[in-house]
Structure formats: C-alpha cells, structure tokens
C-alpha cells in the first residue's frame, strides 16, 4: 500500500513538474519577444514600408511582411481547404469499406507532414525554375499549400474518422447519397474539428520561412499581383535579427511579435467560431 | 390472418472477412406486420436486418451470395440505384442516431434529399411525422432547437419519425428500445404496433418478453442460421426444434 501511494505522489509530482516547466518556457518566450519588440513597436512600424536606409535603423516600417504573410497565408489555407476537404470526406465516405487502401493514404500523408519545410521549397524552387518562373506570390503559394495539405487533411481526416458508423448507417438509410452523407451529415457534425485543422495550417503557413526562402524572395512593397515577389514575416525577422546594428535588431523582435499577436487572434477568433457552430454537434 | 409476403429471402449467405456470418438463410416477412429475429447475441440478426437495406455493403470484405426478394425484386442483384432501394425502409438503431442539425430539419432533411423543398409543404410533413412518432406535443414550441438537446428516448423517437418522412414500405429496428428506460420502451412499441396497420415492420431483439408482446411473425436464429419461423403463436406456443425449446426456456442467451 505505501509502495502505491508513494508511485501515486511521484507521478504527481513528475506532472507538475513537466507542466511547470513547459508554462515557464512559453511565458519566457513571449516576456522576451515582448520585452525586446515592444519599444519598437510604434504605429510607423506596422503602418508602412521600408523606406530608405531602413535596414540601417532608419525610417519605415513592415507593413510590407505583414500585408505579404497574410496574402500568402490566407491564400494558401484556402486552396488546401477546398483540396484537403473532398481528400478527407473521400477518405471517410466513399472508402469506408476500403480500410487498407484509406490506411496506406494515412501512411503518406503522415510521412508529407513531417518532410522539412525546406524540402518542400527545395521542390517549389525546382519546379519554377523549370518553368522558368520568378520569385513570386503565386510560386509561394502553391509551395505553402503543398506543405500544409498534408496537415489539413490529416486533422480533418481525424475528426471525420470518429464519426459514428451508425450516423453514417443513419443518413444512408434516408437515401442519402455519399456525397449528400459527407457534405450535409459529417461537415455538419465535424465543424469544430474542422476549425481547428484550419487553424492548425493557417499557424503553419504564416510560420513557416524555409519553403517561402526560395519562392517567394522579399521585397520592401507590398504585392499588387500574384507574379510579384512578397515580403513575409519570417523572413522579416530572419533578415533584420542578422544584422549588426542594435535598432535593426530590436525591429526583428517587433516582428516577431506581430507574427506571434496575428496566430493569437486567428487562434480566438476560430475558437469563438467553432463555439458558435458546435450547437448541433451530438456527442456520442 | 393472412398476410401477403413482403420480403423473401432466399439461399442468403454472407460472410465478412474470414467469418461466415450468415449460412444459407431462407426466410419471408410477411406485410404490414411485426417479424421479430429472436436469437442469442452474436447470431446474426443484425447482420440479417442490415443486409435488407444493403448498409452490410459498408463493411470491408463482404461477400454476399443469395436473393433478396423486395416485392418480386431482387434487390441485390439490381441495377436500380441503392439510395433508391434504402428509401424504401426506414432504420432504427440501437441507440438514437440524430443528424447533426435541428430537431424540424431531422424531419426535413430526407425530404429536403429527396426533392421536395416546399417550406409550406415541410412544415406540414414534420408536423404530421413528429405526430405519428408521439413525439409533437414535447418539441412543438421548440422545432428549431438541435436535435441533440432533446432525452435519449426522446431522440428514439425522432429518429423514428425522421424514418417514416421518407414515406418507407418496411421499418427495420435493431434492438431500438435497448438503450431506453422502461417508459421509452413502452412508447416505441406502442408506436410499432400502431404502425403495423401501414407498414411491415422487422424487430431485431433479444428481450424475449419483448417477442412474445409484440410479434405477429417469429424468426428464431442461432449461430448464423434460421433454425425456426413462422407466426408467433405457434412458435411460442408449440416451438418443433429443441434449440427454440432450450432458449424459451433461458438454457443459453
């Protein structure tokens, strides 16, 4: 009995202990970056773009990485949602009955996922310049899609998977087709789940720097069409926290903390969302 | 009475995987009346039930093997469309399976598929389902809530009016009352025995008491086949095989 109870203090305490650590090590992220980007956070600095003699401390701002990262994010989570969604319904629906085939999809949608971002603008860079393409909006894009499909699909894949057998026999019996099954029952069912692997991406996409490096490039204006290259906060941050000077650097904080305050309202926003659509959800 | 059949099954043989569930199933069912499949667990009734609608096609590996005579149509060798074959019947599972919406669109939603999408026209059709299923009087005042707020019983029953709207010649129920208390229960068969006037109803159930209340038409199954059949009072009264004599009498479950 003491054998036990001492086992049950331990694991106790080894939990708390884990927790403590991780909450210690995200709060010191974010006091960092806030005590280091706040200063130079001012209104100059998301309001325009970087004027002459920026990168040497001196006037403009980011709005150019801001305005690009959301154009590439925004851009590439939608065209992986209208690909991802149909791949996961597919999935679930129409190879219910299918379970090795559904498995070995699974098995290389996991193995995508965890490809290094930079491989896959290794990729993208090899495809334009195939194509004989520039660094551009549209190149990153697609780059980013590709990088974040596999999570899209997976996390819807994961929560249309836990749909119960018997909601699927349910709305089959009406004379539901599979298509009306998978668009009107488990959308309907997974709209929580659904958010989150948006989110989920979208955090992915707007992070990421290694597949934007090569295809994307930077440039201090804000895009007007897709075949122009854009500037992305990533990079941002990369470019200003390499450079010698003190101003420039604390800049590279700033942006990091937009980058981190753009995930922080995406990240509510969804969350209120998916509070609002989830009434009809039934837990079984 | 006499009742005209409405389903006959013929040399049924199914197996799923390596199992064979089902062995050489030769049965009738009659209409507009109560066919209960009685057996211990694990027997195949439901295997049987869901053959009948094809949801059994949902399984990975089934072979199937056989005739399902639906009003002198084989509905498993068929060219006809499914949607269409699985219109015809209406299912009621174990547990209630409400759709992921309002209490009015659970109603609405296999008339809405199947073309008809006149609001007047659907406010009328709900209003006379949620009727039909004893349910109306609860959720009048509140159609718009989502079907999931509603008792489990309550859903039970919803579920069986969402089955009705799509205007079924057979409802197939597995087991609908097992994960309801005694007063649901009671409703759900008062209900099928109202409904029997209109449709042919199969009751997969393994409550004895259940059987013996409410059947017009038994079908005894163990181990995957039919050992007995025929209507109720005579194989309740004078059962002609030892096993149906054995689980009468509570030898096994």
Not at chain 1, 228 to 241: G, M, V
Request: one cysteine or more.
């Amino acid at each position: 009995m003491r054998i036990k109870k001492f086992e049950e203090k331990l694991f106790r305490v080894l939990m708390l202990l884990s927790t403590v650590i991780i909450i210690t090590a995200l709060s010191l992220l974010i006091v960092s970056i806030t005590i280091k980007g706040l200063p130079s956070l001012t209104w100059e600095m998301i309001s325009q773009i970087p004027k002459g003699g920026y990168y040497f401390g001196k006037e403009g701002g980011i709005l150019n990485a801001i305005i690009g990262s959301l154009y590439l994010a925004l851009g590439s989570v939608f065209l992986a949602f209208i690909i991802g969604l149909p791949i996961a319904l597919f999935m679930n629906s129409y190879l219910v009955n299918k379970k090795k085939f559904v498995g070995t999809i699974r098995f290389f949608l996991d193995l995508l996922w965890g490809v290094p971002s930079i491989v896959y603008g290794a990729f993208g860079f090899a495809i334009m310049i195939y194509f004989g393409l520039r660094t551009s909006l549209l190149a990153g894009i697609v780059t980013v899609t590709l990088f974040i499909i596999p999570i899209m699909v997976r996390a819807m894949d994961e929560v249309f998977k836990e749909v119960p057998r018997g909601l699927l026999e349910a709305s089959f019996s009406l004379g539901s087709t599979k298509s009306e099954t998978s668009f009107k029952i488990m959308v309907r069912q997974c709209i929580p789940g659904i958010i989150t692997a948006v989110l989920l991406s979208f955090g992915r996409a707007i992070g990421d720097a290694a597949s934007v490096l090569f295809t994307t490039g930077y440039t201090d204006y804000i895009p007007t069409s897709l075949a122009q290259p854009t500037a992305t906060l990533p990079l941002a941050i990369f470019f200003q926290l390499g450079s010698p000077i003190p101003e420039v650097k604390e800049r590279a904080y700033a942006a990091a903390l937009v980058l981190t305050i753009i995930i922080l309202v995406i990240s509510l926003l969804s969350r209120f969302f998916s509070r609002k659509y989830d009434k009809h959800k039934i837990n079984f | 009475m006499v009742h005209k059949t409405k389903v006959k099954i013929e040399n049924l043989n199914i197996s799923i995987g390596k199992n064979h569930i089902l062995k050489n199933i030769n049965a009738t069912i009659p209409e507009k009346a109560i066919t209960v499949i009685i057996g211990p667990s694990g027997c195949g009734k439901t295997t049987l039930l869901k053959s009948l609608n094809r949801l059994i096609d949902l399984n990975p590996d089934v072979k199937t093997s056989g005739r399902i005579m639906i009003d002198n149509e084989d509905i498993l060798n068929t060219h006809r469309d499914i949607t269409e074959i699985r219109r015809k019947m209406g299912l009621l599972a174990q547990r209630p399976y409400p759709l992921p919406m309002s209490i009015y669109n659970n109603i609405a939603y296999g008339l809405r598929i199947s073309g008809r999408k006149k609001k007047k026209y659907l406010n009328g059709r709900v209003e006379h389902y949620l009727q039909q299923a004893n349910l109306w009087d609860e959720v009048k005042d509140r159609l718009n809530e989502p079907a999931a707020r509603l008792s489990i019983g309550q859903q039970q029953r919803l579920c069986l009016a969402r089955g009705l709207a799509v205007d079924p010649e057979i409802i197939l129920a597995d087991e609908p009352t097992s994960a309801l208390d005694p007063l649901s229960s009671q409703v759900i068969e008062e209900q099928f025995i109202a409904l029997k006037k209109r449709y042919s109803i199969v009751l997969v159930t393994h409550i004895l008491r259940q059987a013996r209340r409410i059947a017009d038409h038994v079908i005894f199954m163990y181990l995957g086949e039919v050992v007995e059949q025929g209507p109720a009072k005579e194989i309740f009264e004078n059962p002609q095989m030892e096993k149906t004599q054995q689980y009468f009498k509570g030898a096994f479950y």
